[in-house]
């Protein structure tokens, strides 16, 4: 059974800091990553998503790395700011016809001006 | 990309009454999926609707407690039945587009029971 973990929990920083969320689970026999923002009273907007054949995925101040072999991934956020505040989320999503996404509890991000 | 609408946004029920919750794509998918978020905790996934046929329940999640239908490519219903306090969630919508890209999300719908 898949299980995913992300740390820390919930993280604070000033505007301007460069920043990494991880996340880690335990098989690596998964399809592809994703990582999600959720803002408050909201669903999830996707931000990213690696296949597992990739090492990395960048979108503007994002970038995405996996590392399927020690079950590993970091969302490294550039030069923060404060509407970047929200919970990020990680999500493995299983092999072959398993469409199932498994999901971490999230790092709440507050940057504070 | 996928523009996906979900109602009721919140509600507040009653012990013991069931609510159906839509939810409404504005493109034919293949794949669409029901989620459950409780309080403090991470997504869990509830059913995979199957569009024409029975949709299948992950471990923990049941038929009577939680049906679904699915009558096109393009909506779907999850009805919480027989509610308790302990179905208090926020309920999501997903789709899956095009397979293996990124799976999408509607605002999701905050079930509060008393």
């Known amino acids: 059974k898949q299980e995913v973990t992300q740390i820390p929990a919930a993280l604070s920083v000033p505007e301007g800091e460069n920043l990494v969320l991880n996340c880690s689970f335990t098989?690596?026999?998964?399809?592809?990553l994703q990582w999600f923002r959720q803002d408050p009273g909201k669903g999830l907007t996707s931000l990213l998503l690696?296949?597992?054949?990739?090492r990395e995925q960048t979108s503007g101040r994002l970038n995405a790395s996996l590392d399927k072999s020690s079950g590993r991934s970091t969302l490294y956020i550039a030069a923060s700011q404060p509407g970047d505040s929200a919970t990020y989320l990680c999500?493995?999503?299983?092999?072959?016809?398993?469409?199932?996404?498994?999901f971490g509890k999230g790092t709440l991000l507050t940057v504070n001006p | 990309s996928a523009v996906i609408s979900q109602k009721p946004s919140r509600d507040i029920c009653q012990r013991g009454t069931s609510l159906t919750i839509q939810c409404q794509v504005d493109?034919?998918?293949?794949?669409m999926f029901w989620y459950r978020q409780q309080p403090g905790q991470s997504l869990t996934l509830i059913a995979t609707?199957?569009?024409?046929?029975?949709?299948?329940?992950e471990s923990g999640f049941v038929i009577d407690k939680f049906p679904i239908s699915r009558p096109n490519l393009t909506f779907s219903t999850l009805t919480v039945s027989n509610m308790s306090p302990e179905d208090s969630s926020i309920y999501l919508c997903?789709?899956?587009?095009?397979?293996?890209?990124?799976?999408?999300f509607g605002d999701g719908t905050r079930l509060s029971i008393l």
């Open positions: 690696i296949q597992s054949s990739q």
């Open positions: 098989d690596s026999a998964i399809y592809n």
């Open positions: 997903s789709v899956e587009v095009v397979s293996n890209q990124p799976q999408h």
């Open positions: 609707a199957n569009q024409g046929s029975e949709a299948t329940y």
């Open positions: 999500a493995c999503r299983g092999g072959g016809s398993n469409y199932k996404l498994t």
């Open positions: 493109s034919q998918v293949t794949m």
